[in-house]
Nanobody, 114 residues
Framework: QVQLVESGGGLVEPGGSLSLSCAAS????????MAWYRQAHGKQRERVAT???????VYAASVRGRFTISRDNAKNTLYLQMNNLKPEDTAVYYC????????WGQGTQVTVSS
């Protein structure tokens, strides 16, 4: 069974930084493009950063220049370094393959507020 476990969220002031991690089942991680998604309250889930197995990266315009996605294929772990956070980054953050599977992890809450 596919497992996705996100961690690292929290409360941070505007301009601050957080680092998220996602532990994924080896069966999906090693062969797939992975991505970070987020869902703000009352809004649709959106994809914010994508990385192929070979390291090709695409960012949503809203996070480009502030977020950095990376992966450790040996550890089956996906990362998201978030800098210069803004209140509009507040959301539950999820990892999944791209295109996403139907099952999702529990996500990790990121709240940016003063």
């Amino acid at each position: 069974q596919v497992q996705l476990v996100e961690s690292g969220g929290g409360l941070v002031e505007p301009g601050g930084s957080l680092s998220l991690s996602c532990a994924a089942s080896g069966s999906i991680f090693s062969i797939n493009t992975m991505a970070w998604y987020r869902q703000a309250h009352g809004k649709q889930r959106e994809r914010v950063a994508t990385i192929t197995k070979g390291g090709y990266i695409v960012y949503a315009a809203s996070v480009r220049g502030r977020f950095t996605i990376s992966r450790d294929n040996a550890k089956n772990t996906l990362y998201l370094q978030m800098n210069n956070l803004k209140p509009e980054d507040t959301a539950v953050y999820y990892c999944n393959v791209y295109p996403p599977l139907t099952n999702w992890g529990q996500g990790t809450q990121v709240t940016v507020s003063s």
